[in-house]
């Protein structure tokens, strides 16, 4: 029976379209479904593709980047085409053309997958993980990378035991795990006249979902005793205004009444909240928004954009107005974002991408790095570490920072994409973020998904997206250190899988190797014996 559905799921009218559902149902296992479940499920069933066409195992597995990559990430055009103003005779290409780039890394995997010569339950069912988890990694790291889309990001819910994973080792760690779990779930299946051969995946799987849950109820980290309440300021303006001059003080003077209004402790707006250069505001703006907070008894942290200090450049930073004195506006304690997109606010390839950027209306496309390891922002008893929009996708980044804080932050501004998935995927990662770092993590956004995250990274508050609105909770102050933290990156674990892929690559050599020398030895005995007759 079996082997005769497979057969009809060979033919090509029947296995590309499978391969294209297949992908195409990726983002239902990411945010704002979390549908954990189905990712394991439809990576075995990518990996069975792979088996039915071995010769076509690298197509496949590009088309199902190609095509799940473009349907996780279709906000990417709503970005160039609604928001920016590019035609879509340019929109349309470009936004294909970032997963087109992103579907080398799976087709890179299983390209590398043909050169393991090894037994189908060791090949499939730990080499090919190992070397997933390995290309994502690339990806997350290459020209800056872009992490989005891994596949652990799809665990990162209360519902899924391999969360758990998250503050043992990172997102990694998760993505090795679900890799693991789906490629042991297609050994489950298979074909045997040995139950031993189905019964090891599957205890290997439940001791793997064990060890994540009892994880995902381990406290690593601990409360410091301190409790505060937090206004996250969502002030909901149209990314096509926001950098309109006509608009810079109607939205400072919204932001200043909603401060007026609110007597948290914590005060947060998001990424460049005042649309202008700090140092050409007039002198009022920065006091007035300090007298509010400090009035009502708050601390502010404000999102704006600054020259840095030697005037060339400029910076996407979170100033801090707690302590504010006008006298010494030069000194105002801030942090500045280190981990820029490419393309989108730095030019890898100005001499390629500069005349695209004339076309469209896109601000803030050539910023300077804050630099690693900022000391976090100190607000009433709160040690902040603040990290700024796409900063959230990485979290190697935010250790050294969060090692000395209380509290997590992002600002963010997701109006780039509009009404989609993106400000749900973007604050997946900041529940990621919780976990790995055992701390709140507060979010305030202009437009969503504004929220209030728990340190097993639950979502405690969350703001009605595309409206404008001020989000108030509590959080506690957090202290300690995962064992993620105290590994201080992902490098140990990569440098681990790096190792055992080596190991399973020689083993596989060496294996083909006895393999041929064996069956070479009773030719040349034959060929003897033929001589001598």
Excluded at 79 to 93: K, N, Q, R, Y
Excluded at 380 to 398: T, W
Aim: proline share 6%; hydrophobic share 40%; aromatic share 12%.
């Amino acid at each position: 029976m079996i082997r005769t559905l497979n057969h009809y799921w060979k033919h090509p009218l029947i296995y590309w379209p499978s391969v294209i559902i297949t992908a195409a149902a990726t983002p239902l296992t990411f945010a704002p479904y979390y549908w954990f479940w189905l990712m394991p499920l439809l990576f075995a069933i990518l990996i069975h593709l792979t088996e039915l066409r071995p010769e076509r195992s690298f197509q496949t597995a590009y088309l199902f980047g190609l095509v799940g990559y473009t349907a996780q990430f279709y906000w990417i055009h709503t970005a160039l085409h609604d928001i920016s103003g590019l035609s879509d005779l340019f929109a349309l290409p470009l936004t294909l053309l970032f997963p087109a780039y992103l579907a080398l890394y799976p087709a890179a995997c299983f390209w590398l997958l043909k050169k393991f010569h090894l037994p189908r339950s060791l090949k499939i069912g730990l080499a090919l993980p190992v070397l997933w988890t390995l290309t994502e990694f690339a990806r997350e790291r290459f020209l800056t990378g872009f992490g989005w889309g891994a596949l652990g990001y799809s665990q990162i819910t209360k519902d899924s035991p391999l969360a758990g994973f998250a503050p043992l080792g990172g997102i990694h760690l998760v993505t090795f795990a679900t890799a693991l779990i789906g490629a042991w779930l297609l050994l489950m299946f298979a074909r045997s006249k040995s139950p031993q051969r189905r019964l090891i995946p599957l205890c290997l799987s439940l001791l793997l979902c064990i060890v994540g849950y009892t994880a995902q109820n381990t406290e690593f980290t601990r409360p410091d005793g301190s409790t505060r309440t937090v206004a996250l300021i969502q002030g909901n303006i149209e990314q096509t205004l926001k950098w309109d001059s006509d608009q810079t003080f109607p939205t400072i003077q919204k932001y200043y009444e909603h401060i007026g209004r609110t007597t948290a402790d914590l005060v947060i707006l998001p990424e460049t909240a005042i649309p202008a250069m700090r140092q050409n505001l007039p002198e009022n703006v920065l006091t007035n928004l300090a007298d509010q907070s400090q009035k009502n008894g708050s601390a502010l942290a404000v999102g704006i954009a600054q020259y840095t200090p030697d005037g060339n450049h400029y910076e996407n930073v979170v100033i801090n107005l707690s302590n504010y004195n006008n006298s010494a506006s030069n000194e105002i304690p801030y942090y500045a974002k280190n981990h820029l997109v490419p393309f989108g606010e730095y030019k890898p390839l100005p001499f390629i991408t500069e005349p695209l950027y004339r076309m469209m209306n896109m601000p803030l496309s050539d910023m300077k790095k804050g630099g690693e390891g900022q000391a976090p922002l100190q607000m009433k008893d709160q040690k902040v570490a603040f990290n700024i929009c796409y900063e959230d996708g990485f979290g190697d980044d935010l250790i050294a920072t969060a090692k000395q804080s209380t509290l997590l932050a992002n600002s963010s501004n997701m109006a780039w994409y509009g009404d989609s998935n993106a400000m749900y995927q973007q604050q997946q990662q900041s529940q990621a973020r919780a976990m790995e770092l055992g701390r709140y993590m507060v979010r305030a956004t202009n437009t969503g998904a504004t929220s209030i995250i728990s340190p097993q990274g639950s979502i405690v508050a969350q703001a009605e997206p595309n409206t404008e609105t001020v989000l108030e909770g509590h959080i506690k102050g957090y202290t300690g250190e995962t064992p993620y933290m105290k590994m201080g990156s992902s490098w140990p674990l990569i440098g681990v899988l790096t190792a055992l892929a080596a190991l399973l690559f020689l083993l596989g050599r060496f294996a083909l190797h006895l393999t041929k020398t064996q069956t070479a030895a009773p030719a040349a005995e034959d060929e003897t014996e033929a001589t001598e007759n």
